[in-house]
């Protein structure tokens, strides 16, 4: 696998930039699989659908990966040593279960930024406290989650720590309270809250349009040519996410490639 510096470089920013509109017309039956994680990341980001209302930073979803990578264990993998390295960052979502997003990590920074810039109008005395978490926290802890005692202790490193500071994290969007314990947090994507809405609703309009189908069934090529009307994320978004969770399934014929609602 490509070894990329512990840090986003400016290079490994130019190579994504120059990737910007590859493929970006091209059908998915051109780019559905790749043998490297890390390729298949920039295809994707590359492809991230352009959102006009608010400013979303390109994510993929891990059963996007699983999708186009047809090892799941060197999915894993290879996530794992992108993780490590700070190229990417990982983040459960509140989805489904086994939902993740995966984020370059000079994305996630500039996203945050975003955020900070939202809430300096309101709270401009106490934004001291994202600086302490990008410098402190995100680059010491590379995990999905963190517990709250860790990361006040963390964002001491930075200066001194009042509870206004973890509620302006919560209140931009960069930290969640995990339910099963108020004690955890996740970390999350600033502002990502009405495209999370339709991802799971443009799931729903997918399978159902599929589902109306006589063998519940449809060529590729003419499906992606529909537009969705519940989500503002495109239609290869979700398929690739639907086909590497299992919900959809792909069959090549000599007409193409034929996208079905798994039986199970």
Known sequence: MENIPECSSKGAKRRRDEDSDAGNSSSLEDDLTFTDTLVALRIMRAQFPHIHKGSVEPFILKSQLYSSVKDRTQVDRELESLRRDKVLRLFKLNTGQDDHAVMFLDDYLTQIDHA??????KKGGEC??????????????????????E??????????????????????????????????????????????????????????????RRYKEMMLASLEKKRLRMSPLDVRFHLRDLIGSGRLKTDQTPTGLIIRVSKD
């Open 116 to 121: 900070v810039k939202r809430m300096e109008g």
């Open 151 to 212: 990361l006040c202790s963390l964002l001491s490193l930075g200066g001194k720590v009042k509870d206004s500071h973890i509620s302006l994290l919560i209140n931009a969007g960069v930290l969640t309270r995990q339910l099963i314990d108020p004690n955890m947090y996740w970390f999350a994507i600033p502002n990502i809250g009405s495209l999370l809405k339709g991802l799971v609703q443009g799931r729903k309009e997918i399978i159902s349009l599929l589902s109306r």
């Open 128 to 149: 001291e406290v994202f600086g302490w978490f990008k410098i402190h926290v995100l680059d010491s802890k590379l995990e999905t989650g963190i517990e709250h005692q």
